[in-house]
């Protein structure tokens, strides 16, 4: 009788990384091709598709975790990890939803800035989850981690910028700016969620230091 496979937890994460980055690209897909809102459902739906597959690996790391009797790192961390790393996914999701919830008339030119900076962001997270099964040795690890909140500070001065520029230039139409301080609000709260996430892989590297 052959034995159960175990479940590998980084590989999972992996998988997380990368729907994230899927999930940015179609983000960065549906700004620079963006016409109307009633245009957005096909789209809406692979967004949703993608960020099912996410929520899968999510439940499948739960699953695991609530049965296996040992785990590589504490299972607070695995819990905590997975959730962060399927908020990016639910934000995203998000988003693009917004695009028709709030009936879009047009996309705004920074958009496409916020878009960018979160798929950098995800794929600074990706290549730092890719070194992570490693987190006990890697020297490589801690400076990957560097790079997703480098990311994070780059969103920082993007949301500065850019929210100055909306109340300054959109004065006279409160809709557009009660939009797009949402829309840019929740995009940088994205790239947060990134850090948040390599934050945690941080700490997990102390903790086992």
């Known amino acids: 009788m052959s034995l159960k496979q ?3 937890y980084f590989d999972a994460f992996e998988k997380q990384a990368d729907l994230a980055c ?15 809102s009633d245009t957005l459902l096909p789209d809406i739906e692979r ?10 690996v999510c439940h ?31 934000y995203m999701e998000a988003t693009i939803q917004r695009f028709y ?22 794929e600074a997270l990706k290549v730092a989850m890719g070194e992570f099964r490693n987190f006990k040795n890697s020297k490589k690890l801690p400076a990957l981690i560097v790079k997703v909140g480098d990311a994070e500070e780059e969103m920082d001065s993007l949301f500065f910028t850019a929210m100055h520029g909306l109340y300054k230039e959109s004065r006279e139409d ?7 301080d949402k829309l840019f ?6 790239a947060d969620t990134c850090e948040r996430a390599s934050d945690i892989m941080d700490s997990i590297i102390m903790k086992y230091a």
Request: proline letters at 2%.
């Open 6 to 8: 175990k479940f590998n």
């Open 22 to 36: 899927r999930e940015a690209e179609l983000l960065i897909e549906i700004i620079e091709n963006f016409t109307t």
């Open 47 to 56: 967004a949703h598709e993608i960020e099912h597959a996410a929520d899968k």
């Open 60 to 90: 499948s790391i739960f699953q695991a975790v609530s049965v296996d009797f040992i785990t590589p790192i504490d299972r607070e961390d695995i819990i905590s990890l997975t959730q962060s790393m399927d908020d990016i996914l639910d």
């Open 101 to 122: 919830m709030f009936n879009l008339a047009s996309m705004h030119p920074r958009a496409i800035d916020f878009a960018r900076l979160l798929l950098k962001s995800c």
């Open 174 to 180: 409160a809709l557009d700016i009660f939009i797009w």
């Open 185 to 190: 609000q929740r995009m940088e709260n994205t």
